[in-house]
């Protein structure tokens, strides 16, 4: 009998801890950002499959482009959306393990009521027509299907907010400066509305000196009877204006992929355009080392959730 109680004992135990692990605080949905048929600058006969890699973590050779909707299952009414743009150097999409679901969950935690992260189409000639606007085509549809979604997620159009790493940066700040240019089809100018844009060691300029040479080559290649125009149109620090939302920054000094000045000087617009914002240097962390506290010694997340709660109407009621 004792040995009955036991074991009965411990597979409640067992079972306690299973569902504790296991149970989410969060629901995941995945969206197609374009109907079938209806990808815009996609070739009419693409050959190349979507690829992962053997880590599950970065996709190359996209041509069906997706959200991934994590969405709070407590929600706040009148909430926040967060859209995700991982980076990759526009030669990958670097979106499994920490660096989708893993982020996802940090926001969620923050207070979002949903947080979107892009598999967005990469700048692949064999794949697409005009690749320098097909990164920025499908993140334009996708706040806009936050924007669209907003009742049946519970979130305010006034509390979206726009992140994005390294060549996501750019991505994210291309979508926060070139508003006026609507890419996406049957995209509304008012669904491309964010009230925060947040800038993790992104790259900003295709100028010398500072120019990130893989994402330049990937973005802008074979462009020569316009080049000097690209470069000047795709480096984020010309294109502030005092329509760009409030800004947070953080960028490690010795980052050697993309060097810190790339968000000094995006600094400097902001502060010449009077846009409200906020710089956070690490004094190590290299590249792309996204929440990782071994790599930084600090948890920089917590100053951000401040930031948030305290200088954008993100959480307020």
Request: glycine share 6%; charged share 25%; hydrophobic share 35%.
């Amino acid at each position: 009998m004792d040995l009955f109680i036991k074991n009965a004992r411990l597979i409640f135990v067992f079972i306690f801890i299973c569902t504790h692990t296991f149970s989410q605080d969060y629901t995941i949905e995945t969206i197609k950002l374009w109907k079938d048929g209806e990808i815009p600058f996609n070739k009419e006969h693409i050959t190349l499959k979507e690829t992962l890699d053997e880590a599950g973590v970065r996709y190359t050779q996209i041509s069906e482009p997706a959200l991934y909707v994590y969405k709070n299952k407590t929600v706040k009414k009148n909430g926040a959306a967060l859209l995700v743009c991982p980076g990759g150097g526009y030669a990958k999409v670097t979106i499994g393990g920490n660096n989708g679901e893993g982020k996802a969950k940090r926001f969620l935690e923050m207070g979002f009521n949903v947080v979107a992260v892009l598999k967005y189409r990469l700048p692949d000639t064999q794949i697409v027509n005009s690749q320098e606007k097909v990164p920025l085509c499908d993140a334009q549809k996708a706040l806009s299907i936050i924007h669209q979604n907003a009742t049946n997620w519970t979130i305010d159009k006034n509390k979206v907010a726009v992140i994005g790493s390294s060549a996501g940066g750019h991505l994210a700040a291309s979508l926060a400066n070139l508003k006026d240019e609507i890419i996406a089809p049957n995209v509304k100018q008012e669904e491309l509305k964010q009230a925060v844009s947040i800038l993790m060691y992104p790259v900003i300029s295709f100028n010398l000196p500072y120019r990130h040479k893989g994402s330049y080559k990937r973005l802008l290649a074979d462009k020569a009877e316009s080049q000097m125009l690209l470069d000047y149109y795709y480096s984020m620090e010309n294109q502030v204006s005092e329509n760009t939302p409030q800004t947070y920054i953080i960028h490690a000094k010795d980052d050697v992929g993309v060097v810190y000045q790339n968000s000094l000087i995006y600094c400097e617009s902001l502060k010449k355009h009077d846009v409200n914002y906020k710089y956070v240097q690490l004094d190590k962390g290299g590249h792309g080392f996204g929440f990782s506290f071994n790599r930084t010694g600090v948890d920089w997340t917590i100053e951000l959730e401040k930031w948030l709660h305290k200088e954008t109407n993100l959480f307020k009621n």
